[in-house]
């Protein structure tokens, strides 16, 4: 059985960081896209950053320069250091895994197929 584990979640004030990580098991592929993706209140679930087994990343406009996803391979973990927090930021946090290919190509949610149960992140100003 697929299982994703998200963690790392809390509150913060503004200009404040966060690590979040994201613990896999059961997948039977070495090479997949691995996402974390943020849902606010009353708005759609939007993708952040995408990083693949080589390693190579994607990140969105809106958190570019900010957020760095990174991966530890041997320890099934990918994390997204979040730094500069801002109170936009504050949203139910997931990742999510895209098995039906070894690079990163959709940022689509519908096209990840397994996900975390979520983590929350709350920034004050």
């Known amino acids: 059985e697929v299982q994703l584990v998200d963690s790392g979640g809390g509150s913060v004030v503004t200009g404040g960081s966060l690590r979040l990580s994201c613990t896999t098991s059961?997948?039977?592929?070495?090479?997949?896209?691995l996402g974390w993706f943020r849902q606010a209140a009353g708005k759609e679930r939007e993708a952040l950053a995408q990083?693949?087994?080589?390693?190579?990343?994607r990140y969105a406009d809106s958190v570019r320069g900010r957020f760095t996803i990174s991966q530890e391979n041997a320890k099934n973990s990918r994390y997204l250091q979040m730094n500069n927090l801002k109170p936009e930021d504050t949203a139910m946090y997931y990742c999510?895994?895209?098995?039906?290919?070894?690079?990163?190509?959709?940022?689509?949610?519908?096209?990840?197929?397994?996900w975390g149960q979520g983590t929350q992140v709350t920034v004050s100003s």
């Open positions: 990083i693949d087994a080589d390693g190579d990343t």
């Open positions: 999510a895994a895209d098995l039906r290919f070894s690079r990163c190509f959709s940022w689509r949610p519908d096209d990840f197929e397994a």
């Open positions: 059961g997948i039977p592929y070495k090479h997949y896209c």
